[in-house]
């Protein structure tokens, strides 16, 4: 399991004040307003940076933060990804799990036919879909809804799936 979490990306300054604009990967970017601080990863170090500001404008978030009170001092992190740690990540839900902590679990059928390697989740809007690596390396896309996933076992890695009919010739 992961010990943190990539929440956003710093696209740019904003401002002269050391504001930046942050693309978030996070699918609820509204969290951002309840964070206070996030690990900045520069390639050469980890900063723990705290929060002071936050604004949205369009699909970006506008940070702002202790540490930085000019644009010089911030310029140097474009494209530099924020992260949390798992204790600061949102609370999940009763059959919620971190995407991270799922990547790489086996997808096995209900009849116990070992489908392959969960190697992605594709969020739609509609639905996520699990990008399952079959074993001879072709993909197999599998909607996460509940008709088809129907046991996610995080202590043992695996993700059992009932194969609805169609799905395999996709």
Do not use: W
């Amino acid at each position: 399991m992961q010990d943190r979490f990539q929440v956003g990306v710093i696209s740019s300054t904003h401002g002269v004040a050391g504001e930046v604009k942050v693309f978030p990967t996070t699918d609820d970017v509204k969290r951002f307003k309840k964070l206070k601080h996030v690990i900045l990863d520069t390639g050469k170090e980890e900063l723990e940076l705290e929060i002071t500001q936050v604004k949205f404008f369009k699909q970006m978030v506008i940070l702002k933060f202790r540490e930085f009170s000019n644009i010089n001092e911030v310029e140097r992190f474009r494209g530099k990804s924020l992260y949390v740690t798992r204790e600061n990540a949102v609370k999940l839900q009763k059959d919620e799990y971190f995407i991270a902590d799922m990547i790489g679990m086996r997808v096995v059928t209900t009849d116990g036919e070992e489908l392959g390697t969960l190697q992605d989740v594709m969020q739609t809007g509609a639905n996520d879909v699990y990008v399952v690596e079959k074993k001879n390396g072709e993909e197999l896309l599998l909607p996460a809804i509940h008709d088809c996933v129907k046991l996610v076992d995080m202590e043992q890695g695996v993700i059992t799936v009932y194969l609805m009919p169609g799905l395999r010739d996709l």
